[in-house]
């Protein structure tokens, strides 16, 4: 392992339109109707092996939740015990294998995901987890393939980093070993690629993996474990079940073995796991690695020069993309009193031309929220926001549950700078903006740092360098992704590395070498060349 193999320079993957007409949507149209003309049994993967319990939940698709399109297995206390005991098992023979043919097996399930499976993998997404066809493209395709591709490049780099020679009777080396154990990756729903980098970054390292996807994702993690089996992943190496998240946890955390978890999901969830962990310390054969990325009350902060058309574009992008449910998605603003009128007048004109519906329409650039219960958290807040007279609905405000969870782009001015909805995450197509006095961005730059406990992503917009300047260094630890003249959302992989502080994480960075790097227990070996025979030194003499 000491990095003398090349693999090939990491480039990002193209993004394809889908354009009305075109080949690609002509073959992610046929994929989607492949998919769905059967109800998919969905197994969980032990040890290689499908496992189904016959206790089964449903799947249906968020914008058209009359239509069961899947089932899976849900497992039990047990079959969480057997992923343990299958990644066990697995390691030894997996951490020895040379890292190039570990890599070459991702490197593999890149190019599976660029061409044959593509249309199936972004149609499972489009299908599972509402995205329309463009967010479906960026995430579960492009954003995936990058970050096969990139952590296989860091996996080589890191391998490569060897201490300096600095003396001729002495070598000195380092040895990058997987975790002593297995690690555990806990997925959200949002992402089919944050689904899948969790557990493959951490097995690229030489680590086994049990993996425990959200139910609201299982319809393409399935697809998933397809892809990475097709690309020869030994069995036993990652385990993918679906079981109650208490009791899967209760088995995870108090096992001697569990060396670390790879989280992406709510900051609740998390604290609980981390107090757990605490708690267990004892138990444990090392100190488990906890890595994790949570939640955000992410920000636009826009100066009085800027100018309006920008703005409002970000808004739109920012806010309302894939139904707000981005971890980086705008969810507060704070517009100077000078741009606040004609903003609001434009941002209503755009949010009028947003087509609202299913994700088999490619004209719809608003689907549903991902459930019932993501549907009545963010309608409370609407409601809310409606009966309170510290809080205006200027655009949106309506909902409908009938055919699927869908609520329209909402935006509420707030009269109060830490109105609930300017603090709270929603998670949701809501947008909350504050309008502040023009000549008062210092202190609204204040503002921003104080209101919310989460930092993981914000920007600023603005046509006056002395206030970026301002901003950027007044909001240093208010988000760990800061964009300068643009929205909140969108890292790439490769340019942009992905994570957050405070309440939104361990900042981690997914998509950077630091973050393989926590998937790694170095060994530090000094080899003399020419031993000591006498125990004098000079100065004895």
Sequence with gaps: MNGFFKVPVAKNEPVRDYAPGSDDAKKLKEAIADLRSTVRDIPMYINGQEVRTGNTQDIFPPHDNKTKVGQFHVGTQEHV???IDSALSAKEQWENLAWEQRVAIFMKAADLIAGPYRYKLNAATMIGQSKNAYQAEIDASCE?????????????????????ENSPTVWNRLEYRPLEGFVFALTPFNFTAIAANLPCSAAMMGNTVVWKAADTQVYSAQILMEIFMKAGMPAGVINLIYADGPETGEVIFNHPDFAGVHFTGSTGVFRTIWKEI???????????????????????LVHKSAAVDEIVTAAARGAFEFQGQKCSAASRMYVPSNLMAEFVTKLSAELKTMK???????????????DKR????????????KADPDADIVCGGNYDDSKGWFIEPTVIVAK????TTMCEEIFGPVLTVYEYPEDEFEATVKLVDETS????????????????????????NAAGNFYINDKPTG????????????????????????????WTSMRTIKETLLTATDYRYPFHS
């Design 144 to 164: 995936l393939i990058d970050f096969l591709r990139f952590n296989i490049q860091y996996v080589s780099e890191i391998y490569a980093e060897q201490p300096p």
């Design 81 to 83: 015990k057997q992923a």
């Design 416 to 419: 109060d700078g830490k109105y």
């Design 278 to 300: 605490g708690n267990n310390i004892h138990k444990y054969k090392s100190y488990p690695r906890i890595v994790g990325e949570t939640g955000g009350k992410d920000f636009i």
């Design 374 to 385: 993501a549907f009545d958290k963010i309608t409370q807040y609407i409601d809310q926001a």
């Design 491 to 518: 890292a790439v992989v490769g340019q942009q590395p992905f994570g957050g502080a405070r309440a939104s994480g361990t900042n981690d960075k997914a998509g950077a070498k630091v973050n393989l790097m926590r």
């Design 356 to 370: 609202m519906g299913p994700t088999e329409d490619f004209s719809n650039f608003i689907n549903a929220v991902i």
């Design 453 to 476: 406990p989460y930092a993981l992503t914000g920007s600023i917009i603005s046509h006056d360098r002395y206030a970026i300047e301002y901003a950027t260094k007044g909001l240093k």
